[in-house]
């Protein structure tokens, strides 16, 4: 036993100056949030066509006639078998509450660059019902600088300037907003920046050991029974 052992009474005199503390930090997102909604709006001047299995879209009929749109930019890249384990296990998170934002005016599809049938055959083995296109043939992965090649380098990652040539795939989300038939870019986040919307975190993080995050632990669901606990 390596954790400090204590009373009752200590116990609800620490978790009491821990709330205070967590209150804080409920405001503080509430202040975040408004920031975030007060950020500029800047018209996306580029036609993106995307496969799906529908056929060809384009970036505004992914709203499907709401007014919101958020990505996942989901880590699949054309060479690779699966996706990224993270990604996944981010995208487990909002399969089935997507469903709710699309009843709040907010449509949720992934895309990745890899070919819409790789991502039909995986979205099938992992049980998502979400949107998920393939931007194969786009600069779409490039311009919002979750993806690089030899061809596309990556340069900056996270808002930050990247060391050397950049190739692969990073993971991220973007949101965006269609007004008077303009798509707009309002949001991206990047790195830790989606440690908020990974929905396995929050309960990590009250847990009693944490995310334990030492080793790189995650898994795609249908590895679960091939892996220990």
Same mark, same amino acid.
């Given at each position: 036993?390596?954790?400090?052992?204590?009373?009752?009474?200590?116990?609800?005199?620490?978790?009491?100056?821990?709330?205070?503390? /967590?209150?804080?930090?409920?405001?503080?997102?509430?202040?975040?949030?408004?920031?975030?909604?007060?950020?500029?709006?800047?018209?996306v001047e580029k036609e993106y066509v995307?496969?799906?299995?529908?056929?060809?879209?384009?970036?505004?009929?992914?709203?499907?006639?709401?007014?919101q749109l958020i990505v996942q930019h989901l880590m699949f890249g054309p060479d690779d078998e699966r996706a990224c384990a993270s990604c996944s296990s981010i995208a487990d998170g909002v399969n089935g509450p997507h469903e709710h934002l699309e009843h709040h005016d907010v449509a949720f599809v992934a895309i990745s660059r890899a070919p819409l049938e790789k991502l039909e055959?995986?979205?099938?083995?992992?049980? $998502?019902?979400?949107? $998920?296109?393939?931007?194969?043939?786009?600069?779409?992965?490039?311009?919002?600088?979750?993806?690089?090649?030899?061809?596309?380098?990556?340069? /900056?990652?996270?808002?930050?300037?990247?060391?050397?040539?950049?190739?692969?795939?990073?993971?991220?989300?973007?949101?965006?907003?269609?007004?008077?038939?303009?798509?707009?870019?309002?949001?991206?986040?990047?790195?830790?920046g989606i440690d908020a919307i990974w929905g396995v975190y929050p309960w990590l993080d009250r847990s009693a050991k944490g995310r334990r995050d030492e080793t790189y632990w995650h898994r795609r669901r249908h590895e679960f029974a091939e892996v220990p606990a």
């Open positions: 036993m390596t954790h400090r052992i204590g009373t009752r009474d200590e116990w609800r005199t620490a978790r009491a100056a821990l709330l205070g503390r /967590e209150k804080q930090l409920t405001r503080l997102n509430d202040e975040l949030a408004q920031e975030r909604q007060a950020l500029p709006w800047v018209p995307f496969d799906s299995p529908d056929g060809p879209v384009t970036l505004a009929e992914l709203f499907g006639g709401r007014s055959e995986y979205k099938a083995k992992q049980g $998502w019902s979400f949107r $998920w296109v393939s931007s194969h043939d786009t600069g779409f992965n490039f311009d919002f600088g979750v993806s690089g090649t030899d061809e596309h380098p990556n340069r /900056e990652y996270n808002l930050a300037p990247v060391t050397g040539v950049q190739t692969g795939e990073w993971p991220g989300m973007s949101a965006f907003a269609l007004e008077d038939g303009v798509v707009h870019h309002v949001y991206s986040a990047h790195s830790r």
